[in-house]
């Protein structure tokens, strides 16, 4: 199995395929095993990343770490988003007009 790793500095790498918990992954010539079960393009943890440290991908942080282990599937059930409760967030794109 395949990892993409997005950025040298990323913590995560995103699996090209379907990956069964013991599978071994393949992220730039490091093998990690995996601990659970991943869907393709989801991602696998490169590391231990304790809780409340940033989780980073692409080269910038995408959440908090609740605690993740290496190896771990990284998603909302181990990932916390860095919005906070009371901020309020509203997708409203302009209408592009046609000519």
Do not use: F, Q, W
């Amino acid at each position: 199995m395949k990892g993409l790793l997005l950025h040298s500095g990323d913590g995560v790498a995103v699996v090209t395929e379907d990956v069964r918990k013991g599978e071994t992954v393949s992220v730039n010539g490091r093998e990690i095993a995996a601990k659970d079960d991943i869907p393709a393009l989801h991602k696998i943890a490169l590391r231990d990343i304790p809780a409340g440290e940033k989780v980073i991908k692409y080269g910038y942080p995408i959440g908090v770490s609740l605690g993740i282990c290496a190896g771990e599937h990284v998603h909302t059930h181990n990932l916390r988003s860095d919005l906070r409760a009371s901020d309020e967030y509203e997708y409203r794109p302009s209408a592009a007009s046609v000519p």
